[in-house]
């Protein structure tokens, strides 16, 4: 038996060393990928997930967040849920319900509070001075005022066979109040299947929604393609039938990993991934769409990881 770990952006990387460490001491997945999740929910300078997440057009800070447990498929979800320290955690429990494991705005926040789970403000003054200052802008320039979002999507193996995904985002930055994305959307934002593997997308989730590709990418994978052309299959036809009949295609990257820890990435921007295994130590890499539907990875390197740093805390007037 073997054991595997990847996950969504930089962002991801601290809370991915973590959780690494626990599936090679044989922890559960489950408490796993919730540990790695909540890493980055906790941490203010990530401004699309958790604490420091980027609020809604009107000032208040939604989150949609999702947990699936690949041996049996429960699933919980929660989506414009505010208030909640690790809306990740409030999924997890919710995917042991039999009944109401999707919960949404007043709702989901209420079961938070009710099941003892930490709340509080969760917009910091960093977050409420950028959406601020982005409110002027906008007016100004008449910008597209979605800018700014990512979702943090993990996917892990444990030493058992188990395998799980959760994610965890703030959305859009400025979205409408009520708006919810892909990844709290069983098929779009994350799907998984212990006998098979599992995926998860971050990007714009009004696309992702419509070729429900974390399901397309495990379905693949099903088929016998390795992660890698499972998500260059999934993700770059989808984008090649969205342009054509839809007319364009936002921003999407997937990341998968099978049964053996094996994994894939695809993606139509520039996207930056974490991901270990038994072979392999924590490592962040950089991928970006190649020539005939490939991808194309690499290292992270040191200056771009230093810039990285730099721009996440630069101050905000
Ligand atoms: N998929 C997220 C959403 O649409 C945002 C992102 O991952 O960039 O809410």
């Known amino acids: 038996m073997t054991w595997g770990i990847i996950g969504t952006w930089r962002m991801v990387h601290d809370g991915l060393v973590a ?56 699933i919980g979800g929660v989506a414009g849920i505010v ?9 997890r429990a919710l995917s042991k319900q039999k009944f109401n494991s999707f919960r949404v705005g007043e709702g989901a926040t209420k079961f938070a509070r009710l099941a003892g789970f930490e709340c509080g403000n969760m917009l910091t003054e960093r977050a409420r001075r950028t959406w601020e ?4 802008e906008v007016k100004k320039n008449n910008l597209n005022p979605y800018d700014g979002h990512d979702t943090v999507g993990v996917i892990g193996l444990d030493l058992s066979g188990s395998m799980a995904v959760a994610t965890s985002s703030s959305g859009l930055f400025m979205k409408k109040a009520g708006r919810v994305g892909d990844s709290p959307l069983s098929g779009s934002g994350f799907y998984v299947d212990s006998e098979i593997g599992g995926a998860t997308a971050t990007g714009l989730g009004e696309d992702l929604m419509k070729g429900c590709l974390s399901y397309e990418i495990v379905r693949l994978m099903g088929e016998g393609l390795s992660p890698q052309a499972a998500a260059d299959k999934a993700v770059y ?16 990257s997937l990341i998968c990993m099978n049964l053996k820890g094996e994994w894939g990435v695809a993606t139509n921007v520039d996207f930056t991934f974490s991901v ?37 805390k630069q101050p905000i007037e």
């Open 19 to 74: 959780a690494s460490k626990m599936l090679q001491e044989n922890k559960r997945v489950g408490d796993a990928i919730e540990e790695c999740v909540k890493a980055v929910e906790d941490y203010p300078y990530y401004k699309s997930v958790g604490y420091g997440g980027l609020p809604n057009e009107e000032g208040i800070l939604e989150m949609d967040a999702a947990f699936m447990d690949g041996d049996t498929f429960e």
């Open 83 to 91: 208030d909640a320290k690790n809306p990740v955690s409030v999924a």
């Open 133 to 136: 200052l982005r409110l002027d």
């Open 237 to 252: 036809g989808f984008h090649h039938k969205l342009r054509k009949r839809y007319g364009k295609a936002g921003a999407f």
């Open 276 to 312: 270990a295994n038994e072979s392999a130590a924590p490592a962040i890499y950089f991928a970006k769409m190649g020539q005939n539907d490939t991808t194309v990875i690499e290292p992270i390197t040191e200056e771009w990881l230093a810039a990285y740093e730099k721009r996440i």
